[in-house]
């Protein structure tokens, strides 16, 4: 079974491999449980929703994709698209909203 970084375009294994390291001061390049310290909600322009538990996302805006990490499902990427509606819910320090990759700069 492959662990989900490796199902990861690219993109965003370059990502996590930056995140990593800087949240552990170069000791890791991969995400660990202590980075998972929240929800996060997506609901879709027909009223549709999911909810992670244990999960951050990040914001690629020159891609349009949002990703969501979560520690126990996986890794998810979706479209910016539409009337995507996102929201990050803290329980402990964790990554939330603040971390958008912006290529286009």
Not at 31 to 47: E, P, Q
Not at 75 to 83: A, N, Q, R
């Amino acid at each position: 079974m492959n662990h989900p970084f490796d199902t990861l375009p690219i993109h965003w294994q370059q990502w996590v491999e930056q995140y990593a390291k800087e949240a552990s001061n170069g000791k890791w390049d991969r995400l660990g449980a202590s980075d998972f310290g929240g929800s996060v909600k997506l609901r879709f322009s027909d009223g549709t929703f999911l909810m992670f538990e244990y999960a951050f996302y990040a914001i690629d805006v020159a891609k349009e994709e949002l990703a969501v990490f979560t520690e126990h499902c996986g890794y998810h990427i979706f479209p910016l698209i539409g009337d995507l509606e996102y929201s990050y819910n803290v329980w402990a320090e964790s990554p939330g909203d603040k971390y958008q990759k912006d290529e286009s700069e």
